[in-house]
């Protein structure tokens, strides 16, 4: 499985940026796919989830703001809304394994946000 992500970018305080997630190859192996975020110092920490059957997840300091969202196993989008500089951080789009004990990651993309 490949996963590619695209929409990053920079963007004022208060804006919004909306990040896509192409999956490829053997789709059919995709668990619960996620967008996680690591900002300069800090752990990479999960930003939202969705599984198969539809059910989110969403970290408390996102939660209203951003919207997560996927086309069966091909495509994960995530809405991200009023901005603010804390979201600052690579965002990489990940997939679980559903046969395997591994993780899929994309390479990530940077979203800035400028106060």
């Known amino acids: 499985v490949q996963l590619v992500e695209s929409g990053g970018g920079l963007v004022q305080a208060g804006g919004s940026l909306k990040l896509s997630c192409a999956a490829s190859g053997s789709t059919f192996d995709i668990g619960t796919m996620g967008w996680y975020r690591q900002a300069a110092g800090k752990q990479r920490e999960l930003v939202a989830s969705v599984m198969r059957n539809g059910t989110t997840n969403y970290a408390d300091s996102v939660k209203g703001r951003f919207t997560v969202s996927r086309t069966r196993s091909v495509t994960l989008e995530l809405q991200m809304n009023s901005l603010q500089s804390g979201d600052t951080a690579v965002y990489y789009c990940?997939?679980?394994?559903?046969?395997?004990?591994?993780?899929?990651w994309g390479q990530g993309t940077q979203v800035t946000v400028s106060s």
């Open positions: 990940s997939a679980s394994s559903r046969y395997w004990p591994k993780d899929y």
